[in-house]
């Protein structure tokens, strides 16, 4: 989930004009959602 985020931000950030900062953004987002995830996977 976390690489997926973090390749959806450097996808949007190389159309805006800055991978690097599309990379910084896709982390940011996709830190809380990977925990976010194993938290939802395995709470029983």
Avoid at 1 to 10: F, N, Q, S, W, Y
Avoid at 14 to 25: D, F, K, M, Q
């Amino acid at each position: 989930m976390l690489l997926a985020a973090i390749a959806v931000g450097l996808l949007i950030g190389w159309l805006a004009g800055s991978a690097g900062i599309g990379v910084l953004i896709g982390a940011v987002v996709g830190i809380p959602l990977a925990v976010f995830t194993v938290y939802r996977r395995y709470n029983v």
